[in-house]
């Protein structure tokens, strides 16, 4: 079984950074692909950004592209979520999900408890 805890969230004005981390324990030795998700109040769940197992690919949400950026830490078992020139839409609760590098939730197995992501205007 894997365990995935997420960490970095916090309030931010817009125009700010901030850096969620995403740590998995248990599973397997080898890393699992992993996504960044995001759900807003009111909202269904959305695709972030994903990378391959040992970070070769990364996909985002058009949303995103060219303010976030995935990467993981192999060695630490860590995958990180930059997040440059937060925009008060990007509010939300960020999970890390490990499993595959869809952009839909269901194709994940594993998922963390979230971390609140506050960008204020």
């Known amino acids: 079984q894997v365990q995935l805890v997420e960490s970095g969230g916090g309030l931010v004005q817009a125009g700010g950074s901030l850096r969620l981390s995403c740590a998995a324990s248990?599973?397997?030795?080898?890393?699992?692909?992993t996504g960044w998700f995001r759900q807003a109040p009111g909202k269904e769940r959305e695709f972030v950004a994903s990378?391959?197992?040992?970070?070769?690919?990364?996909h985002y949400a058009a949303s995103v592209e060219g303010r976030f950026y995935i990467s993981r830490y192999i060695a630490k078992n860590l995958v990180y979520l930059q997040m440059n020139n937060l925009k008060p839409e990007d509010t939300a609760v960020y999970y890390c999900?490990?499993?595959?590098?869809?952009?839909?939730?269901?194709?994940?197995?594993?998922w963390g408890q979230g971390t609140q992501v506050t960008v204020s205007s």
């Open positions: 999900a490990a499993g595959d590098t869809s952009n839909e939730p269901r194709d994940y197995a594993y």
């Open positions: 248990g599973g397997t030795f080898s890393p699992y692909p």
């Open positions: 990378t391959t197992r040992y970070g070769a690919d990364t």
